[in-house]
């Protein structure tokens, strides 16, 4: 099973940016399709951005042309560039992985806290 782990969280005000990294484990990163999924307090988990093994993209509304999600497949790892935050962005973010076979994986999660 792929190891996913997330980094870059953390307290940010309001119209602040953040990146998130995911580091994924294994020697079939670039065949993966990536996705970042956030859980806001009381909330269900949702997806806000996809990437496909093409680099095809896809985002939830309501981040739409403030995220962007890439990959770097040199070094194993997709990104999430979070910017002009809002306080309803606040939320645990997890990295998924999905193989070529089917398998997923989630990383452990990582905070993002926007506060002023």
């Known amino acids: 099973q792929v190891q996913l782990v997330e980094s870059g969280g953390g307290l940010v005000q309001p119209g602040g940016s953040l990146r998130l990294s995911c580091a994924a484990s294994g020697s079939g990163f670039r065949s993966y399709a990536m996705a970042w999924y956030r859980q806001g307090p009381g909330k269900e988990r949702e997806l806000v951005a996809g990437?496909?093994?093409?680099?095809?993209?896809k985002y939830l509304d309501s981040v739409e042309g403030r995220f962007t999600i890439y990959r770097d497949n040199t070094k194993n790892t997709v990104y999430l560039q979070m910017n002009s935050l809002k306080l309803e962005d606040t939320a645990v973010y997890y990295c998924?992985?999905?193989?070529?076979?089917?398998?997923?994986?989630w990383g452990q999660g990582t905070q993002v806290t926007v506060s002023s």
């Open positions: 998924h992985g999905l193989t070529t076979r089917g398998e997923a994986s």
């Open positions: 990437i496909t093994s093409y680099g095809t993209t």
